[in-house]
Structure formats: structure tokens, C-alpha cells
């Protein structure tokens, strides 16, 4: 069965940086595209960023992250990677890792890992 497990949250100073990661099973991991969501408390659940699946590798970023965030796969590891540079106290959230598959399609969600930015 799909399995998406998230890692590397924390708690940083404003201007620091994390890595995400996102490992994958239960699919042929490289033909699908993988997005990173995150949900602040309070708020609605945003998509930050999406990498495509097989061949490519293209890159969708929200218009607040953009040439902050960097998301990258690796098909051999089946994960996918989300580093996070001059982090604000506003990208405090939890973020998940999601993959959408099957017909009719369904997206799966891992359980999400802490993201925390405070002085």
C-alpha cells in the first residue's frame, strides 16, 4: 500500500534552514509527481511546492517560498526532498508529502512532520 513518511522538521531560528524529507512505498515512485502542503494553525491547508514525476522533474513553487524553498527527488532513495532557506516565523506548519494516483485518482497523505520557526 502507499506509504509516505515525512522527516526533518524542528524547531529554527528566522533565517535558518531545515531539510525535508519525504520517503515513499507502495507505487513506482518515479512516475509520479510529489507535492509538499503545509497547514499553520487556524489556517487552511496550502500547497507549498510540486516536482513531476517521470521525466522532467518540473517544479511548481508558491509565490511566497520562491527562491527560498528548493524541492528535488531522488528515484533511487523514492524521495523526494524539500530544503528550506531564510525560514519565517510565518512557514511555521506542519507539512505533508502527497502523491496523487489511481482511477478515479486518489491522493495520499503522509502523517507530516513539524515545522517551527521562532526565536
Known amino acids: 500500500q502507499v506509504q509516505l513518511v515525512e522527516s526533518g522538521g524542528g524547531l529554527v531560528q528566522p533565517g535558518g534552514s531545515l531539510r525535508l524529507s519525504c520517503a515513499a512505498s507502495?507505487?513506482?515512485?518515479?512516475?509520479?509527481?510529489i507535492s509538499w502542503y503545509r497547514q499553520a494553525p487556524g489556517k487552511e491547508r496550502e500547497v507549498v511546492a510540486s516536482i513531476s514525476g517521470a521525466a522532467g522533474g518540473r517544479t511548481n513553487y508558491k509565490d511566497s517560498v520562491k527562491g527560498r524553498f528548493t524541492i528535488s527527488r531522488d528515484n533511487a532513495k523514492n524521495t523526494v526532498y524539500l530544503q528550506m532557506n531564510s525560514l519565517k516565523p510565518e512557514d511555521t506548519a506542519m507539512y505533508y508529502c502527497t502523491v496523487s494516483r489511481g482511477v478515479p485518482s486518489v491522493t495520499y497523505w503522509g502523517k507530516g512532520t513539524l515545522v517551527t520557526v521562532s526565536s
Open positions: 507502495g507505487f513506482t515512485f518515479s512516475l509520479y509527481a
